[in-house]
């Protein structure tokens, strides 16, 4: 027995350490204090409580959170994908409190994302050490930290699980097994689903990758195809989100859309890191009118003098190019990049370093293939170099907020997390509206006829109207809903009332002929919704059934490739 847990510890030491790291750094100190207060974690605690509303009542997929916004309504999933949020929104319905269940979603993160990683660098360079150090550099990097505690930019932290994921599909595509294609579109779909800003960027610099290896699609057409097969399947798996939001785009301009978002908070430029923040672990207010974050800390110059110094035992284009990318990535987050000149065409990223996730990822592709490639006496002294000074970077950017929360909790104080109605910086709010009204929630009928009598009784995500004084055609009534396309007005006969945008972007149903009588209005979305929600329904059925005839089919090859290598008995 001890010989077989000493065995399972040998083949698992790398795997072993990381969970180590992720349990001590994060898990354990996360259960003993409250949750860091950080600049997004309200809005993402009103849409965790807002989904927990929406499934309790039944609506395991909704369009709207209706109770939000003091019952306005906001459309947030149509835009920002929460199919993950489902996890802390099901705690909540079992009676956690939204901080609590906040908390427990932290944890799932950065253990999703420490572990997937290592698996998915694995794969890559066939090294459980080398895949060790990668998820360490990755899931512990500074600005996972930053994500999870400064910025509580839950949507980007889970980026961190599914980037590993999509490119170890890309990868087989180009350098590895082609048949592990599935893994690409996969990763992306989960990656639209957390963080759409980053799912795009990431697809850009895929395109550049491919751009540098293209030698490889010319003398292998084959990949191109994969690609091409990766792209389409994607598109079916996310045709339920990715449709009804171009379609909401198309009838209407947003905050989110008209330029209002992209300079909130100052334009790229103003946004962008000096450049010596880039190698810093102790930034944590350059400017004094914005908050800018750490840069990757130390762990990219070691990454480099280690490549300078084993670059003549090894050739790994991959290696190189990572790193380069990583470094050019690194530089676009500064001043010196000229985004001024991007403003227009990038400014719906809002922060130039948004990039870092990127910068991170690819520096750690860069180093695992150094770690493999390095010779096996020095192997450990490289692997416990970027170790060190990546966990040094982490520790220095949790430190402070860990030590406020310790403090409050030996003094047994409760953290207040008014997260109530809050939707960030109204991202999705029709070009226009008046956010001021939606708060103070002006609870009445409109109408443009005087001689309407009209009352109303609301539910959950529904709106009784009873009427009565039409004597006009052009008579409208306006409800305190939020207008998004897929509004519907229905009377008990099955008529459909139109649904048109109202002042102040409410929701205004005009009454045609009707003289008097009741209707209902509530979001049952559209005709492309619907139809999209069809294809993904059929793309995942498929999709997940190919997936499993190939794991089945890999399995019975392994099992007959270990019965013909074992020596047979006379």
């Not at 004597?471 to 139109?498: C, H, Q, R, V, W």
């Amino acid at each position: 027995m001890i010989k077989k847990i000493t065995n399972f510890i040998k083949r698992n030491f790398a795997l072993i350490i990381v969970l180590t790291a992720v349990l001590g750094l994060i898990i354990l100190p996360l259960s003993i204090i409250q949750v860091p207060k950080g600049h997004d974690i309200y809005f993402h605690m009103e849409r965790i409580e807002s989904l927990s509303l929406e499934m309790k009542d039944g609506n395991l997929f909704p369009r709207i959170y209706t109770t939000a916004l003091n019952d306005y309504g906001y459309a947030s999933p149509m835009f920002y994908g929460d199919l993950l949020l489902r996890i802390p929104a099901l705690l909540v319905i079992t009676g956690v409190s939204v901080p609590v269940a906040y908390k427990i979603f932290l944890m799932l993160i950065a253990l999703f994302s420490v572990v997937i990683s290592y698996f998915c660098f694995n794969s890559i360079v066939k090294n459980k050490t080398a895949a060790g150090v990668g998820a360490i550099l990755f899931s512990l990097s500074s600005y996972f930290a930053t994500d999870l505690f400064s910025r509580a930019a839950i949507g980007e932290a889970q980026i961190f699980i599914f980037l590993p994921v999509a490119f170890l599909g890309y990868y087989h595509i180009m350098f590895g097994d082609h048949k592990k294609w599935f893994y690409l579109p996969l990763g992306l779909f989960f990656m639209l689903q957390c963080h759409m800003l980053s799912a795009v960027i990431f697809v850009v610099l895929l395109a550049i990758f491919t751009l540098f290896y293209l030698d490889i699609i010319i003398k292998t057409p084959k990949k191109l195809l994969y690609i091409g097969v990766s792209v389409f399947v994607f598109i079916i798996l996310s045709a339920y989100f990715l449709i009804p939001m171009l379609e909401q785009f198309s009838s209407t301009t947003f905050i989110a859309t008209d330029g209002t978002a992209a300079i909130k908070w100052g334009t790229l430029s103003k946004r962008s890191m000096p450049w010596w923040s880039v190698f810093c672990d102790f930034n944590y207010s350059i400017k004094t009118d914005e908050w800018i974050p750490n840069g990757v800390g130390f762990i990219i110059i070691a990454v480099w003098t280690v490549y300078f110094i084993i670059r003549k035992k090894f050739k790994s284009d991959i290696s190189l190019f990572s790193i380069i990318l990583s470094t050019i990535l690194l530089f676009m987050t500064t001043e010196f990049f000229p985004w001024k000149y991007f403003q227009n065409t990038c400014g719906v990223m809002q922060f130039p370093w948004r990039l870092l996730v990127f910068a991170v990822f690819f520096m750690t592709i860069g180093a695992i293939y150094l770690v493999k490639n390095t010779s096996n006496k020095n192997r450990i002294i490289v692997s416990l170099i970027f170790i060190i000074i990546s966990l040094l970077s982490f520790m220095m950017t949790v430190n402070g907020k860990y030590s406020i929360m310790l403090e409050k909790a030996s003094n047994n104080e409760v953290e207040p997390y008014p997260y109530n109605n809050n939707v960030g910086a109204y991202e999705y709010f029709p070009t226009g509206t008046n956010s001021s009204e939606v708060y103070s929630f002006t609870e009445i009928i409109r109408t443009n006829n005087n001689d309407i009598v009209a009352s109303y009784n609301r539910s959950h995500g529904k709106i009784e109207v009873e009427f009565s004084g039409n004597d006009y055609f052009d008579t409208y009534i306006e409800l305190p809903l939020i207008m998004y396309k897929g509004y519907s007005a229905i009377t008990p006969e099955g008529e459909n009332l139109e649904v048109i945008f109202g002042d102040n972007n409410r929701v205004r149903i005009m009454l045609g002929d009707l003289q008097q009588g009741t209707f209902i209005v509530e979001y049952t979305g559209t005709v492309l919704q619907k139809a999209s929600d069809i294809i993904s329904v059929i793309g995942f059925i498929i999709f997940f059934i190919f997936i499993i005839i190939i794991l089945m089919r890999n399995r019975v090859i392994n099992v007959n490739k270990l019965d013909s290598d074992s020596p047979m008995i006379i």
